[in-house]
């Protein structure tokens, strides 16, 4: 994986003071997205193991409520992996920490469980059809490990300047675990 930047002072990605990182890459491509330079995969930096004790001691700060997870898209392919260890290990190592993540996917897609029932994919010999359902998965259990998820692409057309953490309108703030527990979009509500 790579990385775009880290802040470690963000009071503008969430609520609180937090620390927040920006992936590096994006298929979405959003027309006038405020952070196209994130949309290489090949730019930014290398995401290191040196790299993510830095991210983690900047998260073990006390004044330190939140952590934010931007990019670029947290959840390609290319990223998600690294991403989903590393808020594994922020929410078993920072129990108090809120973690708020951005993403071009909406909660209805990434919690899509149809393709399960598709017994020809999920018990494929194909290793890119196997690899698809990983990835899914993985993107599930990313979005799990989160309190907060801001959905949606980028809708220029639907663009927002007073909405508090979105760019657009049909963005959502989600309460993820809110959410799973009843089984239906639940609003983040401050």
């Not at 994986?1 to 994006?26: H, K, P, T, W, Y």
Request: hydrophobic share 35%.
């Amino acid at each position: 994986m790579r990385f775009a930047q880290i802040r470690n002072m963000d009071i503008s990605n969430g609520e609180g003071i937090g620390v927040a990182l920006f992936v590096q890459g994006c298929h979405f491509h959003c027309h006038n997205c405020f952070n196209f330079e994130t949309w290489d995969f090949k730019g930014g930096s290398e995401w290191t193991k040196e790299t993510k004790l830095q991210f983690l001691d900047l998260i073990s700060k006390p004044f330190v409520k939140r952590v934010s997870i931007l990019g670029g898209e947290p959840l390609a392919d290319e990223n998600v992996d690294e991403i989903c260890m590393l808020l594994n290990e922020i929410r078993y190592t920072f129990r108090d920490k809120i973690i708020w993540l951005y993403t071009g996917y909406t909660f209805e897609e990434s919690f899509d469980y149809s393709w399960q029932e598709k017994a020809d994919l999920r018990f494929s010999e194909n290793p890119l059809e196997r690899r698809s359902d990983l990835i899914k998965t993985c993107r599930q259990n990313t979005i799990k490990l989160c309190d907060v998820l801001i959905d949606g692409k980028y809708m220029d057309d639907e663009r927002d300047l007073n909405l508090k953490w979105c760019g657009s309108k049909n963005q959502r703030v989600i309460d993820v675990q809110k959410s799973l527990l009843n089984g239906e979009i639940v609003l983040w509500t401050a």
